[in-house]
């Protein structure tokens, strides 16, 4: 798919190709995100198996990236259940599966403490549906 940039180039956005891995840790380090150029089998890793992954290029350059990996959407345990430490087995054991994934929850503002308790750390994101 071509785009029109504001500044009247066109930009191609592509699927993530592996060629396309060395272009996207250079611009990973011109970032300053040394955490994944240190891990860089394991970022490689990732991009093969993201779910979605696409590549903004300009005249043959890749310019930009959009990467999609699976995050921990919902947990949720039967009321009766909780404070048992069901919720928290299911994230060891998954996680023990993958050690090295980065984990990313989704809380709501009833949830945050039970992450905050399992050392999780806060961020800042935004959300939104195609739809909205």
């Known amino acids: 798919m071509e785009i029109q940039a504001k500044n009247g180039q066109t930009i191609l956005i592509s699927p993530y190709k592996s060629t396309d891995f060395n272009h996207i840790q250079h611009l990973n380090e011109l970032e300053g995100w040394t955490g994944m150029l240190k891990r860089s089998a394991e970022t490689r890793e990732a991009w093969q198996n993201s779910n979605i992954a696409y590549v903004a290029v300009s005249q043959l350059e890749v310019i ?56 999780f750390r806060p961020f800042y994101g935004f959300r939104k549906n195609y739809i909205e």
């Not at 069901?86 to 990313?104: C, K």
């Open 64 to 119: 930009g990236y959009l990467q999609i990996i699976l995050y921990v959407c919902e947990l949720l345990i039967k009321k009766e259940y909780r404070s048992y430490g069901i919720g928290q087995q299911l994230i060891h054991n998954v996680h023990s599966l993958y050690p090295n994934a980065r984990m990313e929850m989704l809380a709501s503002s009833s949830s945050h403490t039970f992450y905050e308790h399992l050392h």
